[in-house]
């Protein structure tokens, strides 16, 4: 058992903990972009916080606050600065599927005698895990995207699991856990347009050895949660017997959420200090156009931001039903809860590029530009393999309320 840092923290408290930072994530925005990740007193302030630790068991030194709390703490740090709010929110995020799918002697290991954990990911598998013959796996390769990476202190992967014979194609997904001293972190990170500070690093490992109680065979896709997991019976917290696509659609749509905030709060600010160019005495903010542009705004964000809390209200109940036998957590229903939050997400995307960003002015495209800079970080959201799933999302949940099957639809493409 390991104490929680603050053992008495509560919701509240680390939500206005976010809320009370993003006044100091907002003055560095350009650091992070020049750094290609947040800089080391913003991974400080989140230490001291207890952001990293939102979702992880309280058996490990974590909250285990839910995930309501867990995306509006996101939302408020994206609001600050996209880039930050995605990097804590793709380390933050991944403890929840290792403290379901992974056995209790692999979870004392990775979190060790202190809780400290952090993990970048990615969805992608990559290569094969050869095992050794003494207990261990062999993994190589280099598995991109991985944001979070520069303070991350695990890994967690997909890879093959090696053919069982020459010639033989590689067999079904692996999960695994490696831990930081077996990978490193590529300098390659850089020439993208938006999200620029998201420590989105390459991970390599060359002939990285990992005990295979560190591996599982399963996949992010599709863990086996179905009448509860491992971790929700070893921790007691339905919440750790979920599905991780509807999760994972749903931190994005918090940071995006959270982006289209901070474009609303950077489009009220310049127009209330922009003046009229025949009325010099007056800004822009005194239009009724562009007073109805805000509002416009404002109510597609604050709808949006509705549906992201009801929804996880709803993931979370799905789990718990899913854990105390009521109804299993299907795939229909993965789709169904994916397929929303996948919404709010756009909703803010298509407010953010057609009303904010359109109207605010050519001198807020320029490059140093805050709008510029959201613009970009949603436009590279809007290219992210989560928002690629709209079709095949769709689809799905058409397939499963015909009573048709619908795993055949690849989710990536």
Request: proline fraction near 8%; aromatic fraction near 8%; glycine fraction near 10%.
């Amino acid at each position: 058992m390991i104490d929680a840092p603050e053992p008495g923290l509560t919701e509240d408290d680390i939500i206005e903990r976010a809320v009370n930072l993003r006044p100091v994530l907002l003055e560095r925005q350009p650091e992070a972009e020049r750094l290609t990740h947040y800089p080391k007193d913003t991974h400080d302030d989140f230490l001291r916080a207890g952001f990293y630790r939102m979702l992880q068991p309280r058996r490990y030194g974590g909250y285990e606050f839910g995930l309501p709390v867990f995306y509006r703490v996101v939302t408020e740090i994206a609001r600050g600065c996209p880039s930050t709010g995605w990097a804590l929110s793709l380390t933050a995020a991944h403890v929840l599927q290792v403290a379901s799918v992974f056995e209790e002697r692999a979870q004392e290991e990775i979190f060790g005698t202190d809780g400290d954990f952090r993990a970048a990911s990615t969805v992608a598998p990559i290569g094969v895990a050869r095992p050794d013959g003494d207990g261990h796996v062999v993994l190589d390769g280099t598995w991109p995207y991985s944001s979070g990476a520069p303070y991350s202190t695990h890994y967690v992967g997909q890879t093959l699991r090696a053919p069982d014979r020459p010639g033989a194609p590689p067999g079904p997904p692996v999960l695994f856990v490696a831990p930081r001293s077996v990978w490193t972190v590529l300098d390659d990170w850089h020439g993208v347009l938006g999200l620029r500070g998201t420590g989105s690093n390459s991970i390599h490992m060359e002939q990285a050895r990992i005990p295979t109680y560190l591996t599982r065979e399963a996949s992010l896709l599709d863990l086996p949660v179905e009448g509860g997991s491992v971790g929700s019976a070893l921790h007691g917290n339905p919440m750790y017997a979920g599905r991780a696509p509807s999760f994972f659609h749903g931190e994005l749509a918090a940071i995006m959420i959270g982006t289209a905030h901070a474009a609303a709060d950077e489009y009220a600010r310049v127009i209330a200090e922009r003046p009229l160019i025949l009325e010099p005495g007056r800004t822009r903010a005194s239009l009724h156009d562009y007073q109805r542009h805000l509002g416009e705004a404002l109510g597609v964000i604050h709808m949006a931001e509705a549906a992201l809390r009801r929804t996880a209200e709803e993931w979370m109940e799905t789990c718990r039903r899913n854990a105390t036998g009521g109804a299993p957590f299907t795939t229909a229903e993965d789709n169904r809860l994916a397929l929303m939050f996948l919404n709010a997400g756009r909703m803010t995307w298509d407010v953010l590029q057609s009303t904010l960003f359109r109207t605010a002015g050519s001198r807020h495209a320029r490059d140093g530009e805050r709008m510029q800079r959201y613009f970009r970080d949603a436009a590279t959201y809007w290219t992210h393999v989560g928002p690629s799933m709209t079709e095949p999302l769709t689809r799905r949940v058409g397939c499963d309320r015909l009573g048709l099957p619908s795993d055949h639809i690849p989710l990536i493409p």
